[in-house]
């Protein structure tokens, strides 16, 4: 393609290899090779893309981890509250403390499974879900409540970031 700057003629080439995975054109300019980056408002909109898909992984990767961590901790929660009802643990806490911890720590694995199906399976609710998730892990201190802020403030800005993925 010949494309006129001022006086001399300038060939600008599509180059192979290298140059075109890069999106670098080279331009032939009297027994001159300039390389001419290709940037402009399309490249400018894949990157947005793709940093809002790596705040989609990745918040879906802490819910995926927080979860089986409260799984995990639920499961060892119910073994202490057994060790020490059977009197072989003593523990300075009330005895009904215990099971309650285990069982809000299944409800929020609960809940977080829900949510990253629905993410998953894209399904209409997920907007309301994922808003829901993250206030309710606010109170989790402290895994819980960097999850929801992170939620709060990368993912879940009107549902717009969720478009993107």
């Given at each position: 393609?010949?494309?006129?700057?001022?006086?001399?003629?300038?060939?600008?080439?599509?180059?192979?290899?290298?140059?075109?995975?890069?999106?670098?054109?080279?331009?032939l300019?009297?027994?001159?090779?300039?390389?001419?980056?290709?940037?402009g408002?399309?490249?400018?909109?894949?990157?947005?893309?793709?940093?809002?898909?790596n705040?989609?992984?990745?918040?879906s990767?802490?819910?995926?981890?927080?979860a089986?961590?409260?799984?995990?901790?639920?499961?060892?929660?119910?073994?202490?509250?057994?060790?020490?009802?059977?009197g072989?643990?003593?523990?300075?806490?009330?005895?009904?403390s215990?099971?309650?911890?285990?069982?809000?720590?299944?409800?929020?694995?609960?809940?977080?499974i829900?949510?990253?199906?629905?993410?998953?399976l894209?399904?209409?609710?997920r907007?309301?879900?994922?808003?829901?998730?993250?206030?309710?892990?606010?109170?989790?201190?402290p895994?819980?409540?960097?999850?929801?802020?992170?939620?709060?403030?990368?993912?879940?800005?009107?549902?717009?970031s969720?478009?993107?993925?």
């Amino acid at each position: 393609m010949m494309v006129r700057n001022g006086s001399p003629s300038v060939r600008v080439h599509s180059a192979f290899g290298f140059f075109a995975r890069h999106n670098v054109q080279i331009a032939l300019v009297s027994d001159c090779v300039t390389f001419m980056p290709r940037s402009g408002p399309i490249l400018q909109r894949q990157n947005e893309k793709r940093i809002m898909i790596n705040h989609i992984r990745i918040y879906s990767s802490a819910l995926a981890t927080l979860a089986v961590v409260a799984a995990l901790s639920s499961g060892f929660l119910l073994f202490l509250a057994g060790a020490s009802a059977g009197g072989s643990l003593d523990i300075n806490l009330p005895t009904w403390s215990l099971p309650w911890v285990a069982v809000i720590n299944f409800a929020y694995a609960v809940a977080i499974i829900v949510t990253l199906c629905s993410r998953r399976l894209e399904a209409e609710c997920r907007h309301r879900l994922t808003r829901l998730l993250n206030w309710a892990l606010l109170p989790a201190f402290p895994g819980g409540t960097l999850v929801g802020i992170y939620g709060l403030w990368k993912v879940d800005d009107d549902g717009s970031s969720d478009h993107a993925a």
